[in-house]
């Protein structure tokens, strides 16, 4: 018997308390019993309960009274309120309190059930919430790169490499398809260096109009065009002393690419309008995900200025080649998921992380944190199921052998014979014991018995 399934009842009434001992035990809970709140706190206090029924109107101390007298010191028990007498405004103050839900007198034994199985479910979110939040710190730590997921030897190589070119000044060419993490590797190189308390401006070359992108780089004095009522300071100013990331190095301009290679070799520029050039001290790291050797060949860059900008290139392998991170990788944007739009989530189910680890990723880490993302809005459970993964999102090398095994493009049918097979294989697990496998499939026991009916009857 596990710490997780130990549980408290407080009630004045021995009858209940026995009838409540009687249906809980029976479904796999180690049972302890009080008579009002004030004999209730003091066991709670000795040896904490993960789980409390509590009458609400009891002698010498009463629920709520329990409730306010249990404090906020150490884990919180999931408590679950009864009464005869509720109301609203009953209800409202318990919960208030820091009671986990509320059932009225009478009611019947498959409810007290439901209920604890729900906070049970509960419990194991937050417990696994704690433990993805644990992992997913530990995986940041990994070379001190806290926004990249490298769990691959290639990843983990490339990462120890850019810590030490962090330390230096000279100019980077960060390469790999798109969506692979080239602004992460950037803004890595940046926090690593000496420059790491000073401004990180990114900038894609490609989304800057041809006409503005002079100015946009360099600046301009009041008066150097018509519109230009004030003196503005240009990105390489903006990151003096700090970085200037450009992104898509490869869309810049010809006409821009001869005036980027001039800073790049005197340290200075000119805005427009001006007669005077000025000192600046940024460092510079671009980024790509053309064949720059094509480019220059095909006379689309300059062969001078891609040796001045690739006196080191660092290259990111796409997610196709390091697939040993994609569940890591999924552990940490669940966690941001959860954050970002109130979900508990905990996992990406056995199945589907064989259908992740399927597809050929042409988006790259993007691709997947966006397919988890709809996943995460359209599923019904707390787990990431096959049925949840659009087959928008990526074909998956294994796609003939699934649907051999379900025999159906329908995901409404699809779902149906997952789910059969897992109920199956968590009865045999646990041997026919149906509050257990309830508790492996991460469902209530009222539901298993509702699907038992639905597939195997």
């Known amino acids: ?57 009891m002698p010498k101390m009463d629920g709520l009274q329990f409730l306010n007298a249990l404090g906020d010191d150490g884990p919180q028990p999931h408590i679950i309120m009864m009464s005869a007498y509720a109301t609203i405004d009953n209800a409202v103050e318990a919960m208030k309190s820091g009671a986990y839900d509320f059932i009225t007198k009478p009611f019947k034994t498959e409810e007290v059930l439901l209920v604890l199985e729900k906070a049970a479910s509960h419990l194991d979110l937050q417990e696994e919430n704690i433990r993805l939040k644990a992992k997913v710190k530990k995986l940041q730590r990994a070379d001190d790169f806290e926004e990249i997921i490298a ?52 900038v894609n070359c490609g989304s ?28 390489f100013e903006e990151a003096d002393s700090g970085t200037l990331f450009l992104d898509e190095i490869g869309e810049l301009p010809l006409g821009l690419q001869v005036k980027l290679l001039r800073v790049l070799q005197e340290k200075e520029i000119r805005p427009v309008g001006s007669v005077k050039s000025r000192k600046i001290n940024a460092r510079v790291i671009t980024a790509t995900a053309r064949d720059m050797e094509k480019e220059v060949a095909e006379g689309r860059f300059r062969e001078d200025l891609l040796y001045r900008l690739n006196v080191l290139t660092l290259h990111l392998p796409p997610l196709r080649e390091r697939k040993e991170d ?77 649907n051999e095994i379900l025999g159906t493009f329908s995901l409404k049918q699809a779902k149906k014979i997952i789910e059969k097979k897992l109920i199956v294989r968590a009865l045999e697990t646990s041997n026919g014991n149906k509050s257990k496998a309830a508790r492996m499939l991460e469902i209530s026991y009222p539901s298993l018995l509702s699907k038992i009916k639905e597939y195997l009857d």
């Open 326 to 402: 994609i569940p890591h990788l999924c552990t940490h944007f669940l966690t941001m998921l959860n954050k970002k739009m109130d979900l508990n989530i905990s996992k990406v189910s056995s199945e589907s992380m064989g259908i992740l680890l399927g597809r050929d990723w042409k988006g790259n880490i993007r691709e997947l944190k966006n397919c988890l993302e709809g996943a995460a809005i359209v599923t019904e459970s707390n787990q990431i199921s096959p049925c949840d993964l659009s087959t928008s999102h990526g074909k998956s090398n294994s796609g003939s052998q699934i």
């Open 208 to 235: 800057i109009p041809e006409n503005l992108l002079e100015s946009e780089f360099f600046g301009y004095v009041k008066g150097a065009f018509t519109g230009a009522d004030h003196d503005r300071k240009g990105l």
């Open 151 to 202: 769990h691959s030897e290639s990843m983990r190589s490339l990462l120890k490499l850019t810590k030490k070119v962090a330390q230096y000044d000279t100019t980077v060419l960060v390469t790999g398809e798109s969506g692979t993490g080239k602004e992460l590797i950037a803004k890595g190189i940046h926090q690593h260096s000496a420059r790491k308390n000073k401004p990180f401006i990114a």
């Open 1 to 57: 018997m596990t710490d997780k399934r130990r549980l408290l009842i407080i009630d004045d009434e021995e009858n209940m308390r026995h009838m409540l001992s009687v249906v809980t035990s029976k479904a796999g809970y180690q049972v302890t019993m009080a008579e009002n709140g004030e004999q209730a706190l003091a066991i709670q206090k000795k040896a904490p309960f993960p789980f409390i029924l509590c009458d609400l109107k």
